[in-house]
């Protein structure tokens, strides 16, 4: 943990922006605790990773279990034994270092997670670019599981916190060691506790969904952000107006385990961000229009064309056409669609 980290947050229980660290000018802290000034309640740092979410809400420690319950049947269920050694010493790390893409064809031809990351990873880059970061920006991801985006975030960034209610944000050193460094967050994005106008970007890649509160949650971003600021979220399911089916049996099996999932229309998505303060819009990704599974070949050449003209990205296409067209048209469960919420 980085002594500057402190400068950014505020405490989680009483809100004051007091927490201190004994250790605060002495470099990198990787074991300890942090305290609040103010309310005196006490945050443990271990292996540079600051608890902020010691005492979590009944939800929250059902969601905590049921992902630690996931990430076991996952690699036992999902990956091929043949293809576990991948996930070994220096292998596993190179393969996390590879991500979203994948070096080894047959794992992410085999393994659902890694075929899903994969599919995505062309869009997830090419948002990268769209956003257009200088390095000066102070970023925070929420939801950043493993800390593989937020390593490509802290690359093009100036200051990068991953934040995560799951113990997965431990295997995040593995890019901190080997990568960009990056700040490690234990928190809870409902309680999100970083100061008001603090930062320039609050990120996320399918997380926003685990909201139970949209408006609530999206409020909490919108405090932090500097005037200026956006939020943005890749990746998220997107429900058309008639989905009710898909929206009832979405998420089914980790429901049962306690995960909070979600499936909200864009018009849900869209309301409670202008209730939270925030401007909306909806960005395209080409991904979308090299998605052979979609229909109107020629329907997706022409948007290709305007992307590459600039034209889709106009205020009319953002504000206006795609959140309209995703009422009707929606991909579930991962839309080839950013949305952007500006502080204004």
């Not at 271990?46 to 005492?55: N, Y």
């Not at 234990?186 to 506790?193: K, W």
């Not at 590459?308 to 991909?331: A, D, M």
């Amino acid at each position: 943990m980085s002594p500057e980290l402190l400068g950014l947050l505020a405490c989680p229980i009483c809100h004051a922006q007091s927490l201190k660290t004994a250790a605060a000018d002495a470099g990198h802290i990787e074991h300890g605790q942090v305290v609040c000034a103010d309310c005196g309640r006490a945050y443990p740092v271990r292996e540079g990773i600051l608890d902020l979410h010691p005492s979590p809400s009944e939800a929250a420690q059902q969601e905590m279990d049921a992902h630690r319950q996931l990430g076991a049947q996952w690699f036992t269920e999902q990956v091929p034994e043949r293809l576990r050694h991948l996930f070994e010493g220096e292998q596993g790390v190179q393969t996390a270092l590879g991500l979203p893409r994948s070096s080894n064809a047959e794992l992410a031809r085999e393994v659902e997670a890694f075929r899903r990351m994969a599919a995505l990873a062309d869009d997830y880059f090419e948002l990268l670019d769209w956003l257009d970061l200088q390095g000066t920006e102070t970023v925070v991801e929420v939801g950043a599981d493993t800390g593989w985006s937020a390593r490509h975030l802290a690359e093009r960034a100036g200051r990068v916190v991953a934040t995560d209610i799951s113990h997965q944000l431990a295997m995040a050193g593995i890019y901190v060691e080997r990568a960009r460094y990056f700040d490690r967050v234990f928190c809870d994005m409902a309680v999100f506790p970083f100061r008001p106008e603090s930062l320039d970007l609050v990120f996320g890649v399918a997380v926003l969904h685990h909201a139970g509160d949209l408006c609530h949650v999206l409020g909490r971003f919108h405090a932090a952000l500097k005037p200026g600021g956006r939020a943005i979220f890749f990746a998220e399911p997107v429900a058309g107006r008639w989905d009710a089916a898909a929206k009832e049996a979405f998420g089914a099996d980790e429901k049962a385990l306690g995960v909070q999932e979600h499936i909200y229309t864009v018009v849900e998505y869209l309301r409670a961000s202008r209730a939270a303060g925030l401007r909306p819009s909806v960005i395209p990704l080409s991904g979308l229009l090299h998605d052979t599974t979609r229909r109107w070949r020629f329907m997706r050449r022409l948007a290709l064309l305007s992307l590459k003209t600039g034209l889709g990205y106009t205020r009319p296409c953002t504000n206006g056409l795609y959140p309209f067209l995703l009422q009707f048209y929606p991909r579930i469960p991962f839309p080839q669609f950013a949305l952007v919420f500006e502080k204004v």
